[in-house]
């Protein structure tokens, strides 16, 4: 496939909304494509060039990519820098450059695969030297590119694809152009990238072995598996009314979810919630999980937890957040921030896939193959059939430092279900009350800039959730309190590779923020109640037409929640079901307002 015809695809994506023209694009694009190249669509689709758990990061400096295009289109670096101001945008700078400009090269037109290959020599460009690399490979891939192909091209490294492409829009696309389209085959396909994580080797899969085929892809110590998720209810009689009146009960941490692959032989590998790898980050628990865990290859989930080594006391999870992302200082954070890796299931044990078996032979199974040891133990569980025992249990929890607890089904079918949220496993905090139950995990999508003493920088922030039917985010808040100075400063480094001139084409809202984002980081906010308004468009039409949920009084609680990527942030449906509960416990005076709010 000649890049071209994938440049022209994006501009398609990008000039639509509809989700259903996305579709249509995606399945013209991806049809007549076989392995090896259909993955490197996918993968470029995405605005990556492998599946996110490699870790193969495509970014590239701003001041790089400036002078790769002025390199390419032998243009003055200064002339392009004013350019850019301009545009906003050095994909469109580029594109403008080149405009009517035949392309330098004298070779055959640019193909996907000569582009992908050379977009892998940027990523892999490592060391003395390595800057000029990216530099020049970038500079004479746009020297042989039409308008079309250098905009984008750019916007690959720089990480701003911006066509709105998210993941449930390209298991859309594969679905039609590989099978019927069905439901069941669509369900089919999820189902693989849940077990895999890598839509690259679905999508090859299918395309050569069909639906059927799909059956070989299953769990492999090394590649995650998407996190089984969990729904919520407001009180201890609700959740045993929901599991039938016996459940097991469990502490619920509040740490780091960790999903550890333990090899035969080899170095252990940690994955985040959101499927990044973290193993440098805790080297204790790469080193100590071999010792505690006897029947590999396996891959168990826990949650990583601050703890006194002294007494066992668990401590607060601020404090674990502080050797997220840290690449110095590993020893000294080790001794000021240990850590314990309490788990919770098993996976694969002894190179058996596992996952399907019901959650009590699970549960017998990881005790069976875990020798506790000072770093590495079993969560904390026990079985109840009635609220006493469930309230006693819970109570045990927080006190222990727990945030409350999880329950779990202990019902036939209470398989592990990859990548979906449901009531087979449901948590229960300390801070569900009888106004807005549990605290949100929203996506920014857009800043507003601060007055008086925060003048200069942004003083809020708008915020969504994510409904993965219309694969959008939907705003639900602005929030500018619960935030110090100093954290505030940091916002802009942390938002720069997100922000963007236009309205992201998967945002949806009905306010205009001073500047916009691409969804990318997720804040944890808590607030007074839910309530209805004509702004938002979180859960919008679900409650009364034309209106939304809207968070009255959010406060940010000064989590910043890097292990949650975008689409494992809160869901409209999630935020529909908490305005639903705080309905239901409300009297008839305390009833929430349905009146208009911006924050």
């Known amino acids: 496939m000649k890049f071209a015809e994938l440049a022209s695809a994006y501009e398609k994506l990008e000039g639509t909304h509809k989700r259903s023209e996305m579709r249509a694009i995606l399945v013209d694009l991806i049809r007549p494509l076989r392995p090896p190249e259909l993955a490197e669509v996918i993968y470029l689709s995405q605005g990556m060039l492998r599946p996110e758990f490699e870790g193969v990061e495509l970014g590239m400096a701003d001041s790089l990519a400036r002078r790769s295009v002025a390199e390419g289109t032998h243009t003055e670096e200064r002339r392009v820098a004013e350019k850019v101001k301009a545009s906003g945008d050095l994909g469109t700078t580029t594109s403008e450059l080149l405009s009517g400009r035949p392309s330098s090269g004298s070779g055959p037109s640019l193909t996907v695969s000569a582009a992908y290959s050379a977009l892998t020599r940027i990523a892999e460009a490592k060391g003395v030297g390595s800057q000029e690399a990216k530099i020049q490979v970038l500079a004479d891939l746009i020297s042989r590119a039409t308008a079309i192909e250098g905009k984008f091209l750019v916007r690959l490294v720089l990480g701003t694809l911006r066509v709105g492409v998210r993941e449930m829009s390209i298991l859309d696309a594969l679905a039609v152009a590989f099978a019927d389209g069905s439901k069941e085959a669509r369900a089919k396909v999820e189902g693989a990238f849940n077990l895999s994580s890598d839509l690259g080797l679905v999508a090859s899969v299918l395309a050569e072995k069909g639906l059927d085929g799909l059956r070989s892809v299953t769990l492999e110590v090394g590649r995650p598996i998407r996190p089984m998720l969990a729904e919520r209810e407001p009180n201890l009689h609700d959740v045993l009314e929901r599991m039938g009146g016996t459940a097991a009960l469990e502490y619920k941490y509040d740490g780091l979810r960790v999903q550890a692959h333990i090899p035969k032989s080899g170095p252990v590998r940690l994955f985040s919630r959101r499927l990044e790898e973290i193993s440098s980050q805790f080297p204790e628990l790469v080193d100590e999980l071999p010792k505690a865990v006897h029947r590999t290859p396996a891959i168990i989930e826990g949650e990583c937890v601050p703890i006194e080594l002294d007494t066992g006391e668990i401590r607060p999870f601020q404090e674990v957040s502080r050797r997220r992302g840290r690449k110095y200082d590993l020893e000294r954070l080790q001794e000021e921030v240990p850590v314990c890796l309490f788990t919770f299931d098993v996976l694969l044990s002894d190179g058996e896939p596992v996952y399907e078996r019901p959650f009590p032979e699970r549960r017998a199974l990881l005790e069976k193959i875990l020798r506790p040891t000072e770093r590495v133990r079993v969560a904390v569980q026990t079985i109840v059939h009635d609220e006493a025992a469930a309230t006693k249990f819970f109570e045990e929890a927080v006190a222990a430092g727990g945030e409350g607890v999880m329950a779990k089904s202990l019902k036939p079918g209470s398989s592990y279900r990859a990548g979906a949220r449901g009531f087979w496993w449901i948590k229960y905090k300390r801070e569900y009350t009888a106004g807005l139950a549990d605290s949100i995990d929203g996506v920014v999508v857009g800043g507003f800039l601060g007055r008086g003493r925060r003048a200069g920088a942004y003083g809020a922030f708008l915020l969504a959730v994510y409904d993965p039917k219309r694969d959008r985010f939907e705003s639900f808040c602005k929030v500018g309190t619960g935030f110090d100075d100093a954290l505030l400063a940091e916002m802009p480094k942390r938002l720069h590779r997100f922000e963007t001139d236009e309205p992201p084409p998967e945002v949806d809202t ?76 409300a009297t008839p005076t305390e009833q929430p307002t349905e009146g208009d709010t911006a924050s």
């Open 510 to 585: 009905g306010l205009v923020p001073d500047r916009w984002m691409r969804p990318g980081l997720v804040l944890e906010v808590r607030g007074a109640e839910l309530t209805l308004s004509p702004i938002h468009r979180a859960a919008f039409g679900a409650v009364r037409p034309e209106a939304g949920l809207a968070l009255r009084f959010p406060r940010f609680t000064g989590r910043i929640r890097d292990d949650r990527s975008p689409t494992d942030a809160t869901t409209s449906k999630e935020l529909l079901e908490l305005y639903r509960s705080q309905v239901r416990q």
